[in-house]
């Protein structure tokens, strides 16, 4: 069984600032990936950032990147430089390695003000 | 190839009518994925694809729920006697490869039942 939980429904930045959206999660696979997704207004849900949970150092994509704590099930995501085009709705998923089920968190909106 | 593409985008119809959603995925994908999605949560898995055979189905998914992966190519989503509780986004992903792997998004089909 697999559950994430975000705790954070809704978070705002001002544009060029960081922010940190959470996630918790619980699994009961020995081995399985973590995942934030962006899914903006009316748009397609794309991938911002993937994580091993075999691999203790943390994921890095541009001005995304994680703090994963495996003992504690934490998987927080931290925007640098905030821009407009980061407002969206954050998703954050656990799937194990070789399974097809994944299980989503219910979203972070994040807003960016100007 | 533009991605996965769901059709309709839109779908308003009468309790009790049966509907059917087609999702065409990225063509060298393996894997093709269904999730439903209502307002304010995240996807809930419904069912998996490898290639033509369906490997896993969420408890979500009732008997009026049926999908298939005919030569592993589109898939389609068949809810027979809809409810009003079918009302909700239904999102289609696939990906390469194994679940671990970065699943790309449809832009999903609303389905609003009156």
């Known amino acids: 069984a697999q559950t994430v939980t975000q705790s954070q429904p809704e978070m705002s930045v001002q544009e060029a600032e960081t922010v940190t959206l959470s996630c918790t999660y619980d699994?009961?696979?020995?081995?399985?990936?973590l995942f934030w997704y962006k899914q903006p207004p009316s748009r397609q849900m794309i991938l911002v950032i993937r994580q091993e949970a075999y691999k203790q150092q943390n994921a890095t994509e541009n001005r995304f990147s994680v703090n994963f704590q495996k003992a504690a099930k934490s998987f927080s995501l931290k925007i640098s430089d905030s821009q407009l085009g980061d407002a969206a709705m954050y998703f954050c998923?656990?799937?194990?390695?070789?399974?097809?089920?994944?299980?989503f968190g219910d979203g972070t909106t994040l807003t960016v003000k100007p | 190839d533009t991605g996965v593409s769901q059709d309709p985008r839109h779908k308003i119809t009468k309790r009790g009518q049966n509907v059917t959603f087609r999702c065409d995925p990225i063509?060298?994908?393996?894997?093709l994925y269904w999730y439903r999605q209502t307002l304010g949560q995240g996807p809930e898995f419904l069912t998996y694809f490898q290639n033509e055979a369906q490997l896993e189905k969420s408890r979500l998914l009732s008997d009026r729920f049926s999908a298939e992966r005919p030569k592993g190519s589109f898939s389609t989503l068949e809810i027979q006697r809809t409810e009003q509780g079918d009302s909700a986004m239904y999102l289609c992903?696939?990906?390469?490869?194994?679940?671990?792997?970065?699943?790309?998004f449809g832009q999903g089909t609303r389905l609003t039942v009156v």
């Open positions: 063509s060298e994908h393996n894997r």
């Open positions: 998923m656990t799937i194990g390695t070789n399974a097809g089920k994944s299980t």
């Open positions: 992903a696939s990906s390469l490869g194994q679940g671990a792997n970065e699943a790309f």
């Open positions: 699994t009961s696979e020995s081995d399985y990936y």
